[in-house]
Nanobody, 122 residues
Framework: QVQLVESGGGLVQAGGSLRLSCAAS????????MGWFRQAPGKEREFVAT????????NYADSVRGRFTISRDNSKKTVYLQMKSLKPEDTAVYYC???????????????WGQGTQVTVSS
């Protein structure tokens, strides 16, 4: 069983930056792909970024490519999401997820954190 705990969310002005962290326990961290998803009020959960177990392959949603960077430190069992040039439309609860393979759909990830709120003011 894998447990995931996100941190690093908060309130930031448009154009600012935040770094989210997701600490994992249980399982063999380097064997799992990790994903970040987000859900804004009244909207469905959407894919943000994913990274394979080795860290060498990454994928991003078009809406965040060039502004967000996903990375992982397998020695610390932690995945990060560095967010720059934040926009009000990035406001959402951000969720960390873990699964056997890198994917852009939530159904591929059996393990989820509780989420962390990111609010970008204009």
């Amino acid at each position: 069983q894998v447990q995931l705990v996100e941190s690093g969310g908060g309130l930031v002005q448009a154009g600012g930056s935040l770094r989210l962290s997701c600490a994992a326990s249980g399982g063999t961290f380097s064997h799992y792909a990790m994903g970040w998803f987000r859900q804004a009020p009244g909207k469905e959960r959407e894919f943000v970024a994913t990274i394979v177990g080795s860290g060498f392959a990454k994928n991003y949603a078009d809406s965040v490519r060039g502004r967000f960077t996903i990375s992982r430190d397998n020695s610390k069992k932690t995945v990060y999401l560095q967010m720059k040039s934040l926009k009000p439309e990035d406001t959402a609860v951000y969720y960390c997820s873990s699964g056997p393979r890198s994917a852009t759909t939530a159904q591929e990830y059996p393990y989820w954190g509780q989420g962390t709120q990111v609010t970008v003011s204009s």
